[in-house]
């Protein structure tokens, strides 16, 4: 509870890095229907929901969570903000959602992929969003991956503490998060990211966006 209550307070330093990608799902999404029916995979605090939901006042969203205390803020944050009513929230994976075939126009995976370290296992979870979507449904996808070449990794390393300081956190914890990279936190190189987004059957994704370690694609479901 502790953490969720503090998760955007701790990083609200690099927010700008969160609105570059919420400014590209503006642009990737503005074509859909004005009654559009959108996944938010991971949606945490509910930060792109709050976006969204104010930029396309006809649209509809799920808002999928596995931590309690974190959709217990997203749905407050609707409340207070005017846009509950046109918003459904599911407590759990992706998985527990009950399948209707063909339901969603769009969904968002914003920063949550990375955190399944299993390969097939990532595969798995991006089928669970494709068969949830209709056909040429859109995905716009976030995660921490690396560019390459493999000589540099360890300077991107030190780029992603440096960012973790400037939110003003400790060095020790700085330190933790980085010590999680490859364990339990999944950094691959983008082009197998990309891969493993098609192979849960999606058309080639293309990157739209970056900030260091974090990359941000967009594909349709094929």
Not at 10 to 27: E, G, N, V, Y
Not at 98 to 109: G, H, I, M, R
Not at 129 to 137: N, S, T
Request: glycine share 6%; net charge neutral; hydrophobic share 40%.
């Amino acid at each position: 509870k502790e953490v969720a209550v503090s998760y955007d307070e701790t990083f609200a330093a690099l927010q700008p890095w969160k609105d570059s990608i919420h400014l590209c799902c503006r642009f990737i999404l503005a074509n859909l229907p004005k009654k559009a029916n959108i996944l938010c995979v991971g949606a945490g605090t509910g930060s792109e929901l709050s976006y969204l939901a104010k930029a396309y006042p006809g649209w509809n969203f799920t808002a999928v969570e596995p931590e309690e205390a974190m959709l217990r803020i997203c749905k407050g944050r609707a409340e207070k903000e005017g846009y509950a009513d046109r918003c459904r929230f599911h407590t759990g994976f992706l998985d527990s959602l009950p399948l209707v075939e063909n339901e969603f126009d769009a969904a968002t995976s914003l920063l949550v992929s990375h955190f399944i370290v299993e390969k097939q296992e990532r595969v798995g979870f991006f089928k669970e969003i494709a068969k949830r979507l209709k056909l040429g449904g859109r995905l716009i996808s976030a995660d921490l991956a690396f560019p390459g070449p493999m000589s540099s990794f360890s300077e991107h390393k030190e780029m992603w503490r440096d960012s973790f300081l400037f939110c003003g956190m400790p060095m020790e914890q700085a330190n933790s998060f980085i010590s999680s990279l490859g364990k339990r936190v999944a950094v691959l190189p983008c082009d197998e990211v990309a891969q493993i987004i098609a192979d849960g059957g999606f058309d080639p994704p293309i990157q739209c966006n970056q900030n260091i370690l974090m990359h941000t694609w967009y594909t349709n479901r094929r």
